[in-house]
């Protein structure tokens, strides 16, 4: 009896995705949610597991755990390799085949190197667990080496970290990387942890371009105010073990960062529709695909406009997205015409370190402390939902005191917890 | 000034080797701590980790953390190759010299597979955190291949999990895992997790041989009042993917841990000293190596007697060693003579599941609710010190309410959190 419902299967558990499937939660439909890894990921906290001041358990959640209760809900742990939009098949690695009768695609973007995909070896970026895990090995691994070390120079580049792009995750990273360096200094014996150089690279006119001029002024003060390098309109032109060149200008810097440009999932490219030149998909104003109604792309695998500007990439984009989809299928089993999405925008945060932030809410903005404890309480209710909430209070109000981050542990074969 | 004082070079920052460091923290010393890894680990609470019910860095410390305090102390993140006790130097694997006046060797032991190193890719065993973070992958990963997978027979071979040792980690994984199995039920559609087969082979002619007879029989009555195959008599011959044979059987498993036989670490053997089978050095009451006054051998490396009986590799066994090795260095520089090595027993505990675990004090012993309380407290109690531990109780008050466990992420490339 169940297998005569229409089958509807949702590529990826990220915010779009798993929004989506709770969306369908009562519609006389089977869900399918497929990801790569078991969990959901809660993405703009993962800077905080990149700089080991939360664990990764803290801020991801198994997708399986989190539909349980849904019944009409199943999830494949599974790496898609392609859609085929004619026979409405999803083709998995394992050379299985998924039908659907509606496809929610929302596999979302990595990191783009700008066609050098060759630097990624030497400048991780971060949009998965795995990515904050390797990031935190490396810049605690940095400090240990120099530890170890006598040559000043090479010393010199191991406490230098370059963070290449001045987007939300540059800046918050390199904020945090600097608090840590300082909150660090009693650990070690040989060397200084003051000295350390964090060096923000933008290649635009300015950091955090996606807010308002006068926002991204007090950032770029706030990074400054935190020993940051902040430099604009340098535009990295090679990375090579060790070395980071902007121009002419060669920076000795053992650990580099990559939080530059996206490139969305290639799953979008094999829909068979129009796609930007970063991957991403062109859908119809209900957010379905040209020619496909039956496909639906969201999240920051789409490409969506809103007032003649493009609906960010931000949580709250891909949540909407997701709840538009589920209700635009439910739509369309009652025998109703679907609806066209429409962007709610609650307004942009940002942080860059202790007590320093900005917000834009349109009308007004906020910086400093207010912002701060504003973008604080603002991420620890979105957490509501994940059981860690309480968790990851305590561990913040340990740090906030205490100066101290718990988790900064280095397992071999580069694994962390 | 600072280098003129005696230097003390301590191998693992495990129990003893912390242990030694803080038992030096007024003397008139420097102490080098190394360690392969950067942190501690609190091992008896490994198997939480491995059954994704804590996360690592709710048992470890970086061990830099811990003594960031001790001015005399300096941490070292290295992987030392071996000891040269006629030049008194520790030679790392970077190809660094470290000279040392006092040596004292704490690296532990590797599980042994008895000859069969081949066999370690097939059954990994459980000794650090990046140990038990591929278990609780395998562990986790069989649940979400099973629940692709049409083959019924596959299907149940995935649903078996073996474990080879009946010791207290054989054990108490394997009462968790069919605790886990079970409380998992509501989270797939396509299996049953209650159908799971957890396997327990031991040797010997009981579980828990450490412990008296009437307790290894309850202990072996609580595993399989909790549904686990309990077999004693059973050595296990060979180990394949996905086979394990005990004699001319052939038992059908995706996933097998070992959890049999302890071997040294190697640093042992660089110590010119006579060791036995298992590479453990054998030393003076003091804890010195025969010939070699300036070096101590303590923790699961050592073989220490008392009344006839080896002393256990537990530890409290290792604390009490690092204690006094630091004792007997403070007491050469003082003038005085060293003392001897006593082993104060203050029991023996075991868990095996929820409200089923096993104490033995000697002259009582106590089973069930009541010994299951007393091993949490005990452990709540040890875990002091470390920033964790309300983390901890929160956690396993939220398991012990919903029977759930949080910690079930599996990351790419076998990472995990």
């Known amino acids: 009896m169940k297998s005569h419902l229409p089958h509807v299967v949702i590529l990826g558990g990220g915010f779009g995705g798993t929004r989506a499937a709770r969306g369908l939660r009562t519609a006389p439909v089977r869900v399918t949610v497929i990801d790569r890894t078991n969990h959901h990921v809660f993405q703009p906290l993962l800077y905080q597991v990149a700089t080991a001041g939360l664990a990764g358990s803290d801020i991801a959640s198994p997708i399986r755990w989190m539909l349980r209760r849904q019944r009409n809900a199943t999830v494949l742990m599974a790496e898609v390799r392609a859609v085929d939009p004619k026979r409405r098949v999803v083709q998995l690695d394992n050379g299985e085949e998924i039908v659907y009768d509606y496809l929610v695609a929302a596999t979302g973007a990595r990191h783009s190197y700008f066609g050098h995909g060759e630097w990624e070896a030497h400048a991780p970026g971060l949009k998965s667990l795995d990515d904050a895990l390797e990031i935190r090995r490396r810049f605690l691994v940095a400090f240990e080496s120099a530890e170890k070390i006598e040559d000043a120079e090479e010393r010199k580049a191991l406490l230098t970290f370059v963070l290449v792009g001045g987007g939300p995750t540059g800046v918050e990273l390199a904020g945090v990387m600097q608090e840590i360096a ?236």
């Open 182 to 417: 300082r909150a660090m200094r009693g650990d070690f014996r040989r060397i200084d942890t003051r000295a350390t150089r964090v060096i923000l690279l933008e290649g635009g006119p300015r950091v955090l371009p996606s807010f308002p001029p006068s926002l991204s002024a007090r950032a770029h003060q706030d990074l400054i105010d935190l020993g940051v390098e902040v430099r604009t309109g340098a535009l990295v032109t090679r990375v090579e073990p060790g070395v980071v060149w902007v121009g002419d200008e060669r920076i000795a810097a053992r650990t580099v960062f990559w939080a530059a440009g996206n490139e969305a999932s290639r799953v979008g490219q094999s829909l068979g529709s129009r796609h930007d030149r970063a991957g991403r998909v062109e859908v119809e104003p209900d957010l379905s695909v040209p020619g496909n109604p039956e496909i639906f792309v969201i999240g920051d695998l789409a490409i969506v406009h809103k007032d003649g500007k493009q609906v960010p990439a931000v949580a709250p984009a891909a949540m909407q997205m997701g709840s538009l989809a589920a209700r635009n299928i439910r739509r369309d089993l009652r025998g109703e015409p679907r609806v066209s999405f429409r962007y709610r925008n609650k307004g942009d945060l940002a942080t860059i370190g202790r007590h320093k932030a900005i917000a834009d809410f349109g009308r007004f903005h906020v910086t400093g402390r207010l912002a701060w404890w504003f973008w604080l309480f603002v991420h620890i209710m979105y957490l509501v939902g994940f059981r860690n909430r309480l968790s990851v209070l305590l561990q913040w109000a340990y740090a906030y005191f205490t100066y101290q981050r718990g988790v900064r542990l280095i397992t071999p074969e580069s694994r962390l917890c």
